[in-house]
């Protein structure tokens, strides 16, 4: 069973900002994302006459020819690295996403995104869930910034793919966006298959939010993924979670992978609510540059983040390393040996 992550009972339970921040900041603070901009046509002028009124000679325009687009960022596929628990998990998971995120020009519409996943040896019908994932456009590419876990059982796990993506606009430009997608799997053979897929949608910025997500998105020590900034923006953040950025944001640069959008409604495994959707928990897959999930990490360095994001005012933080703490305040198990958690009651 896997831990922490929400509610008071125990159990078990990057790249990323320039380009999420330029997506959601704009001179009010946050946007709506990015937005092709329409191209202007002049009127067609009459022929010139003579005074007499006889059409005279027009001089010969030679066509001008059409800019050659500009070509979509192409990231390798992301891998999984040494210290993983079960790393063909995640490799599953992030290969279905990328058959779905990501296409080349006239690969659209669900008809062949059913094939690329068909040849993945998943079921086609796995395409009609891609939502935000496979928005109307000729052509995209993918960048899997981070796979998570949010829960990993003996016979079932859920994989958080953090995404970024890019697409080509009506207008042949480049429109940058992305997602975080929960990936549900279930134990098979030969590899593990996919049962469920669940990307998020933070929705709306808010009209006015809160001043501290301005100074959390303009902070160079806090990377953020394009769904994690878009949750700030919606304004359905605790005060809490943005206050504990930015003091940690003193002594550490945090890379969050995940905050509202794209987690368990759930703790994996357990009916017990998640503190994350409702907008009072955040990951941190890395700090001052440095995976979590890496063994070669200083285990030093991530419980002093621990323990530091508990005086933060954490009442539930998580992570590869077991401390001591009062009651329920530190906990570690596998779903948490890839991030910490760091959770808020309030």
């Known amino acids: ?69 500009t070509p979509l960022p192409q990231p390798p596929l992301w891998q999984p690295g040494p210290g ?26 669900v008809e062949a995104a059913r094939a690329r996943v068909a040849a993945l040896g998943l079921p086609p019908a796995l395409a009609d869930q891609a939502g935000p994932l496979a928005p ?12 998570q876990y949010g829960g990993i059982l003996d016979d079932s796990a859920s994989v958080l793919v953090v995404c970024r993506q890019w697409r080509r606009g009506p207008d042949g430009s480049v429109v940058e966006g992305g997602t975080t997608v929960d990936v549900r799997l279930g134990r098979a053979e030969p590899r593990w298959t996919v049962t469920d897929l669940r990307p ?29 900034a878009a949750d700030l923006c919606s304004g359905t953040v605790h005060d809490s979670v943005l206050e504990a950025m930015l003091r940690l944001a003193g002594p550490y640069t945090l890379s969050v992978s995940v905050v509202r959008t794209g987690h ?16 009072r928990a955040f990951d941190v897959w890395r700090i001052d ?6 063994p070669g990490t200083s285990r030093q360095l991530i419980a002093s983040f621990m323990r530091d994001a ?24 596998d779903t948490h040996h890839d991030h910490c958690h760091v959770g808020f009651d309030h």
């Open 1 to 69: 069973m896997t831990g922490g992550d929400g509610g008071r009972g125990p159990g078990r339970r990057g790249i990323l900002r320039a380009g999420a921040a330029a997506l959601v900041l704009g001179t009010a603070g946050c946007t709506g994302g990015t937005r092709p901009q329409p191209t202007t046509t002049s009127p067609t002028a009459n022929p010139a006459t003579s005074p007499a009124g006889t059409p005279t000679e027009r001089p010969t325009e030679t066509p001008t020819p059409a800019p050659t687009p």
């Open 84 to 109: 993983e628990i079960q790393p063909d998990v995640k490799r599953r998971a992030v290969e279905l996403v990328a058959a779905l995120g990501a296409w080349p020009p006239g690969g659209q519409g």
């Open 136 to 147: 109307a456009a000729t052509e995209a590419s993918l960048e899997v910034i981070v796979a």
């Open 200 to 228: 998020g949608d933070a929705g709306p910025a808010a009209a006015a939010p809160p001043p501290e997500v301005a100074r959390v998105l303009a902070e160079p020590r806090i990377e953020l993924p394009p769904e994690a």
């Open 264 to 279: 368990p409604l759930d703790v994996f495994g357990t009916t017990r609510p998640s503190d994350h959707p409702l907008g």
């Open 289 to 294: 540059g440095l995976a979590v999930v890496d």
């Open 310 to 333: 508990a005086a933060a005012g954490s009442y539930n933080v998580g992570g590869p390393v077991a401390l001591q703490g009062a009651g329920n305040q530190f906990f570690t198990d």
